[in-house]
């Protein structure tokens, strides 16, 4: 008994820790849900559901949900397929392999903010690098190409950080699988059909779920890449409606709202995501 | 010894931090220039003042209010802070500022434009001073325009038709910022050029009317002449483009243009001979010409702690000395808004005056015809019966309105229909429309 009440005092300050940090703010933010709140100033009136119903009747949040759909799928399919690439690649011995592997994780260690505004400079319609060297004149912050302009750079910003979840799984596969599959004549696309994918598996699995997370939730990025200029109602992502709701509408309860259905959202795909892996590794 | 002779030290730095009182003043001139400038009158004034501190910041437009905002929600406002004149108003209107009365007796009430003391301006008592003035600019390439034969544009028919000749030249017709801060001044300066109002006295939006109507296809029909992309421009790209000879016309072009120019164009033509101001046009619909004007006030928040210590530097910011040096670092922008500083022989015999006057007149003319306003300020009354400008402006639907009717080539009544219905949206749920 006595044992039990020590270890309860020794986990109390941890617990009260993650209290504070963590389920407070969670918890306010759900409890500002139900009231009319201006962002700023004192005061605020209990209205229950109707923030949840104007976010639901807002033609806007839906479409910034199509929006943050657009970038956070079409990112992730990139990352993944351009992370794993780079990571095979790495895998194999070449000359100068370890200044290669410092160089490829260099975008994921720059500031986001440097990382944009050297794009917006490389990007920039009229003395911009990138349209100088192809030889083109799109306008990549207008409204056609902003999108494609913030999956580059976000894809550019992130694979590296599947390639490195990706390289340090592939270094840790046994050579036998793959020279027992040489042994029984599986040529290369078929050793890394069965042995390299079903190997990364695990790790490719956390890799998705972390950055469906991260991409759906992603504000830095597409929220400079508008600063200064850039057609922002074309990457209104969901999380960029949630700010502009909170702090230039000035609706500290209705952007709750939208946050905290952000999260239900996430949840219920986050459940999804499990229950589909676990059938598939039933099968 | 040593251990004493250090704690002693410390108690000394301790106790001398605590007897210093800091005022910080956030602004918005972000030109190095200007920075220093501000800067230099802060040092000046702790010479002056000992035990006072100035701490000075420099803020980006786009940031300035959200950390208002911000620092108001903390409890912890600064002592002075720029912001735009309906962001004055709504603080006002909140209880959140103190009068600049004494500020105003010690430049000597009369001494001050009537258009600047309108800012801000509650029952009679001036909540908010504004620390210079400019009004926004049609810009063109005088040089092209004369080889074109164009002539002034009186019409909004006209200026499309200018635009049109200028592109046959290589370059775009004309130039204007896509972002949300610089449409939503386009729109107000428009509307009012078109005789139109953006809200009527129940707070009721207003896009449905003839005016607005008009202004959207204007909008639509001049961004033709535009550059590819233009929606993505903000500001200082748009003088980039100006400067840079890809658009011949800049429609919300300011003074401080005459400033890059100087610095960027290339030599040749970095002057007032190739790059003139036109008087804006007026719309179908409209009367006369209108311009927005620039003129953040000085705000002092009532929750700061050093307020009295700020009034006296809001008095030394204005002193001759120290408001030449200010309004001087980009003088054909920043007005001063004393009589006597702009009738000043110092003022004056600035060489930037000299060389871009007619910038300089065109501007006069705006204020002394009271042509020009705040952004999205239609009349005067509405900086004081209109506190959800700010909301208005911060929400974007406008900007959405317009690029509904410019980008996705939506008929103007039906982007004005769908606007209308977020806006009273907005206004409903804060409580201004019923």
């Not at chain 2, 004493?4 to 605590?18: F, G, M």
């Not at chain 2, 072009?253 to 040749?268: F, T």
Request: proline residues 5%.
């Amino acid at each position: 008994m006595r044992a039990a009440r020590a270890g309860w005092l020794l986990v109390l300050p941890a617990a009260a820790l993650i209290a504070a940090l963590s389920l407070y703010p969670v918890g306010y933010g759900i409890w500002l849900s139900f009231y009319n709140k201006h962002a700023f100033f004192p005061g605020e009136q209990f209205i229950g559901l109707a923030n949840y119903g104007a976010v639901l009747a807002d033609e806007e949040f839906w479409r910034s949900l199509r929006l943050g759909l657009v970038y956070s799928l079409s990112t992730i399919v990139l990352q993944l397929l351009i992370g794993t690439a780079a990571a095979l690649l790495l895998n194999e011995a070449f000359p100068a392999r370890g200044l290669v592997r410092a160089v490829a994780i260099f975008p994921y260690v720059v500031p986001t903010v440097v990382a944009i505004i050297i794009w917006k400079w490389l990007l920039n319609n009229q003395f911009g690098l990138v349209n100088y060297a192809l030889g083109v004149s799109i306008s990549w912050f207008g409204r056609d190409w902003i999108m494609v302009s913030l999956i580059l750079v976000s894809v550019w910003q992130f694979f590296p950080f599947v390639l490195l979840a990706v390289l340090a799984r592939l270094q840790t596969i046994p050579l036998d699988l793959y020279e027992a599959a040489k042994v029984d004549g599986a040529n290369a696309w078929r050793r890394f059909v069965h042995i390299t994918l079903p190997q990364l598996a695990g790790v490719l699995f956390v890799v998705v779920l972390l950055r469906s997370v991260w991409m759906f939730t992603k504000f830095d990025t597409p929220w400079l890449m508008i600063q200064g200029g850039g057609a922002e109602p074309y990457i209104r992502t969901l999380p960029i409606y949630t700010f502009q709701r909170t702090f230039a509408y000035y609706e500290a309860g209705r952007g709750s709202a939208m946050a905290v259905l952000m999260f239900l959202l996430l949840v219920v795909a986050a459940a999804l995501y499990f229950r589909l892996w676990r059938r598939e590794e039933q099968l | 010894m040593r251990t004493i002779a250090l704690a002693a030290a410390l108690s000394l730095t301790v106790c001398s931090a605590h007897a210093q009182k800091v005022i910080r003043v956030w602004h918005t001139e972000t030109q190095p220039n200007s920075q220093e400038a501000v800067k230099n009158i802060a040092r000046r004034f702790e010479a002056r003042h000992p035990g006072v501190k100035v701490e000075v910041e420099a803020l980006a437009w786009g940031d300035l209010e959200p950390k208002i905002m911000q620092s108001l929600a903390a409890g912890t406002p600064p002592e002075l802070s720029h912001g735009q004149p309906i962001t004055c108003t709504a603080l006002q209107s909140k209880g959140l500022l103190l009068p600049l009365d004494d500020v105003v007796k010690s430049l000597g009430e009369d001494n001050i434009w009537e258009q600047v003391k309108r800012v801000c301006r509650v029952g009679g008592t001036q909540y908010g001073l504004v620390h210079a003035a400019g009004t926004s600019l049609l810009i063109y390439r005088k040089d092209v325009a004369q080889k074109l034969g164009l002539k002034p544009p009186k019409t909004w028919a006209d200026l499309v038709a200018n635009a049109k000749a200028f592109s046959t030249q290589g370059m775009a017709g004309i130039t204007i910022p896509g972002d949300n801060l610089f449409i939503n001044i386009l729109l107000g300066e428009l509307v009012k050029a078109n005789g139109g109002v953006l809200f009527d006295k129940q707070n009721r939006p207003q896009l449905a009317t003839k005016p607005i109507i008009e202004t959207l296809e204007f909008i639509r029909d001049l961004t033709q002449y535009a550059p590819k992309g233009w929606e993505g421009h903000g500001y200082l790209e748009t003088f980039t483009n100006l400067y840079g000879q890809k658009a011949a016309m800049m429609y919300q072009g300011y003074g401080r243009g005459a400033s890059l120019i100087e610095k960027n164009a290339p030599p040749s033509i970095a002057n007032a001979e190739h790059f003139d101001v036109w008087v804006k046009p007026v719309g179908p619909s409209g009367r006369e010409p209108a311009a927005q004007v620039d003129e953040e006030p000085w705000m002092l928040f009532k929750g700061a702690k050093n307020t009295r210590e700020a009034i006296e530097f809001l008095k030394f910011f204005y002193q001759k000395e120290n408001y030449l040096e200010y309004v001087q670092t980009v003088p054909i922008h920043l007005f001063p808004i004393t009589k006597s500083l702009r009738a000043d022989h110092d003022y004056q015999a600035t060489p930037m005056i000299q060389r871009w006057k007619s910038w300089i007149e065109v501007q006069e003319g705006y204020l002394n015809r009271d042509q020009g306003k705040p952004t999205l300020v239609i009349d005067w009354d509405d900086m004081n019966s209109k506190p959800y400008l700010m909301e208005v402006l911060g929400s974007g639907i406008l900007r959405d309105m317009v690029m509904d009717v410019a980008l996705e080539q939506k008929p103007a009544k039906e982007a004005a229909a769908r606007a209308q219905q977020r806006l009273e949206e907005l206004l409903k749920s804060k409580g201004y429309l019923k």
